[in-house]
Antibody, heavy 121, light 108 residues
Framework: QVQLQESGPGLVKPSQTLSLTCTVS??????????WSWIRQHPGKGLEWIGY???????YYNPSLKSRVTISVDTSKNQFSLKLSSVTAADTAVYYC?????????????WGQGTLVTVSS | DIQMTQSPSSLSASVGDRVTITCQAS??????LNWYQQKPGKAPKLLIY???NLETGVPSRFSGSGSGTDFTFTISSLQPEDIATYYC??????????FGQGTKLEIK
């Protein structure tokens, strides 16, 4: 059973960089056919896709966040990470990592439990 | 970018009722549409993939239909445990994908 677990600070100061890591267990991040994704949800709001990385290192970001987002992968640790720079209160949200299966029936099939990140001084 | 318009944004229904949620794409997305259920404090869970295919282990009272630009998600007989927010998600224009705004379902 694949499991994803987010980790990182729950409180970040304005203008600083938010950094989160997603640890994958029960499956290899180096397996082809998956986009390893970050999605966030503002309090009481809907889901916003941030971006994803393929095991090879190829990335794609939501154009609305592209200038501030970096997603990287460490296959040796079976982890991928999110960095969001120059954060403001508008970046306060629950951040989820998720696996997007790209085969027939493409979908987000596994999710982390989510981690709340608050941007505040 | 493909926009997904989901309606209604909230819905109140009684146990046993048939519930329908719609999702409209701004352009033809074939059947590249999924439906997720999100309960409070939890991550979303896949219910329907490719517009009409029931994910393994999901109760048969959930169903989906549609293709092109118009899609429907149905709960045939609402159960108390179905209280959640439901999202559609398109993946026609990978590498980008978008979610609908969500429908919050409550018990009347």
């Amino acid at each position: 059973q694949v499991q994803l677990q987010e980790s990182g600070p729950g409180l970040v100061k304005p203008s600083q960089t938010l950094s989160l890591t997603c640890t994958v267990s029960g499956g290899s991040i180096s397996s082809g056919g998956y986009y390893w994704s970050w999605i966030r949800q503002h309090p009481g709001k809907g889901l916003e896709w941030i971006g994803y990385i393929y095991y090879s290192g190829s990335t794609y970001y939501n154009p609305s966040l592209k200038s501030r987002v970096t997603i990287s992968v460490d296959t040796s640790k079976n982890q991928f990470s999110l960095k969001l720079s120059s954060v403001t209160a508008a970046d306060t949200a629950v951040y989820y990592c998720a696996r997007f299966f790209t085969g027939g029936g493409s979908c987000f099939d596994y999710w982390g439990q989510g981690t709340l990140v608050t941007v505040s001084s | 970018d493909i926009q997904m318009t989901q309606s209604p944004s909230s819905l109140s229904a009684s146990v046993g009722d048939r519930v329908t949620i719609t999702c409209q794409a701004s352009q033809d997305i074939s059947n590249y549409l999924n439906w997720y259920q999100q309960k409070p404090g939890k991550a979303p869970k896949l219910l329907i993939y490719d517009a009409s295919n029931l994910e393994t282990g999901v109760p048969s009272r959930f169903s989906g239909s549609g293709s092109g630009t118009d899609f429907t998600f149905t709960i045939s007989s609402l159960q108390p445990e179905d209280i959640a927010t439901y999202y559609c998600q398109q993946y026609d224009n990978l590498p980008s994908y978008t979610f609908g705004q969500g429908t919050k379902l409550e018990i009347k």
